[in-house]
């Protein structure tokens, strides 16, 4: 009855029709009586227009005994994983007078394991392929699949699902917005790491542009007096995305944003980082959807802002997001647990509250038993003897596992930090000690960059140490070392440094 109060086909699956599982509604039969007759012959003439069919029928078996031989335990994990919800599907309703370019967002939304399936069946005939796929234009294609096969890569570290890499691409077939940053980030990156000088302006123009437009569609959903809070997740992507464009675009620089109502549109509207704050705040994002995926990359972005301009951290995780056991987990679990402890540790040292001593204990004692409970998959599978090198090569065989460590690393070295610019380092012994607890904590996390590049950010981690406790090198070698580590980052993926370099050299008193 509900389709056909709103006018659309129904697949007239029972109990409950597809378009009607899709939308989370109850489905009531219409209580219609078909009547045959016999009382007329159909004729059609030669002039009868057909509708056109494929060649190729795939008839879609939905019965109950189906359903339970794909449930079984026979059946992979990719079978079952994600159910979609296209807006030219069955479980979408256009929003009337709204603009193509923003009412046309897909949503993504965890379902029962059944249900999931039986929308995969039954996807090829009540979701067709959209007509705008695939792209007709060959270099947006070409930077669609150069996001996909690299850039997402830097995003997806400690996501099982891959949701940069395989949803976000996905969704952006149907989102605007996501589509736009996909073309920006991707053109930036091309942009600022490749050899032809006149190709890195073409593309650097190309990025400026789609930039703009991205924005542009994002001012005007924020704007709509119909906003829908479906729309959250995919503006909330879409601002992480223009941020790892941002991080490629300049030296790090204060972006000093107003506090008010208009404060997230304007930030938004700037392309900068405080977009993501207030996208947080008004959702509380579910384990597994595109929302909290983004907002643990958007933590990490957050915690690189934070180190480089010494300032506290102004993203925090909801408490569906929140987890500071130390239970049992899998490996992505105990690296995400690393980087909320970071965030702790970085604004107890850099935030406006009083420091007391029970606080650092207590942050003092998990972040040594994070290193005491964690799993075995956490051993490296090769370290380079000490004295090998300056930062001897540290490798593991997983991104979440590199930024685990290096982000418990990085908590410590705050930590240790703190201890000394607090005085609880009492003596010139006790100071000597934490000074070179330091050094060997900083070489743990370059060593650990350096021998896992195959994962930039474990890179770009270890410049963002470097910014942060640089300082406490004196030796040429050392401070050479780092030099090589921070012009190797910026020519091979893209990520200013040249003001870290800057800096570390007017503070090791070496020429400019």
């Not at 942009?191 to 123009?205: A, E, V």
């Not at 991080?247 to 993501?276: C, F, I, Q, W, Y």
């Not at 965030?343 to 004692?365: A, M, P």
């Not at 300082?471 to 921070?486: K, R, V």
Request: hydrophobic share 35%; glycine share 4%.
């Amino acid at each position: 009855a509900r389709c056909r109060q709103l006018h659309l086909k129904c697949d007239r699956v029972a109990p409950t029709c597809g378009r009607c599982l899709s939308a989370s509604k109850t489905c009531s039969s219409p209580n219609l009586k078909i009547r045959e007759t016999n009382e007329r012959k159909f004729r059609f003439t030669k002039k009868q227009k057909w509708v056109k069919t494929p060649r190729r029928l795939v008839f879609i078996n939905e019965s109950q005994t189906t359903i339970n031989d794909a449930l079984s335990s026979d059946s992979g994990p990719d079978e079952v994983e994600t159910a979609w919800e296209s807006p030219t599907g069955a479980s979408r309703v256009p929003f009337l007078g709204s603009p193509p370019s923003t009412a046309d967002i897909p949503s993504f939304r965890p379902q029962p394991l059944q249900d999931r399936l039986r929308l995969m069946m039954i996807s090829s005939v009540v979701n067709p392929p959209s007509s705008s796929w695939p792209l007709t234009n060959p270099e947006e294609a070409r930077l669609f699949r150069h996001f996909v096969e690299h850039l997402a890569r830097w995003l997806d570290l400690c996501d099982p699902n891959h949701t940069f890499e395989i949803i976000v691409p996905q969704l952006a077939r149907d989102s605007p917005v996501l589509l736009k940053a996909i073309f920006a980030v991707s053109a930036r990156h091309w942009g600022q790491t490749h050899s032809d000088d006149h190709l890195k302006r073409m593309y650097n123009q190309r990025a400026d542009m789609y930039n703009e437009e991205c924005i542009s569609i994002m001012k005007d959903i924020l704007n709509r007096d119909d906003y829908q809070s479906g729309w959250t997740e995919h503006l909330f992507a879409s601002t992480i995305i223009l941020q790892v464009m941002e991080e490629m675009n300049a030296a790090l620089h204060d972006d000093d944003t107003d506090a008010g109502e208009d404060s997230m549109k304007e930030a938004v509207r700037r392309g900068h980082l405080p977009g993501m704050y207030q996208f947080v705040r008004d959702a509380s994002f579910e384990p597994g959807t595109l929302g909290a995926a983004s907002f643990w990359v958007g933590l990490r972005q957050e915690i690189y802002s934070a180190v480089t301009k010494r300032r506290s951290v102004c993203l925090e995780p909801g408490p569906r997001l929140m987890d500071r056991s130390l239970d049992e987990a899998d490996d992505n679990t105990w690296a995400n647990r690393a980087v909320v402890h970071c965030s702790e540790v970085i604004n107890y040292c850099f935030g406006t509250e009083s420091h007391q001593l029970s606080q650092w204990d207590r942050l003092d004692k998990w972040n040594g038993q994070w290193s005491e409970r964690r799993p075995p998959s956490y051993d490296p599978v090769f370290s380079e003897p000490p004295d090998s090198a300056v930062f001897p090569e540290i490798w593991y065989h997983r991104g979440c596992q590199v930024i685990g460590v290096q982000h418990h690393r990085l908590a410590k070295l705050f930590l240790l930090e703190h201890r000394i610019k607090s005085g609880n380092a009492r003596t010139p012994d006790e100071t000597y000690e934490v000074q070179s607890e330091i050094r060997k904590t900083v070489r743990e996390i370059c060593g650990i960059g350096r021998g896992n590049q195959w994962t930039p950010p474990g890179m770009f981690t270890a410049c963002m140490t470097i910014a942060a406790f640089g300082g406490y090198f004196h030796t040429i070698e050392e401070q050479d070392a780092m030099l090589a580590i921070l012009d190797q980052t910026q020519k091979d993926h893209a990520r200013p440094t040249e003001s870290v370099r800057l800096d570390m050299l007017r503070l090791w008193r070496r020429q400019i």
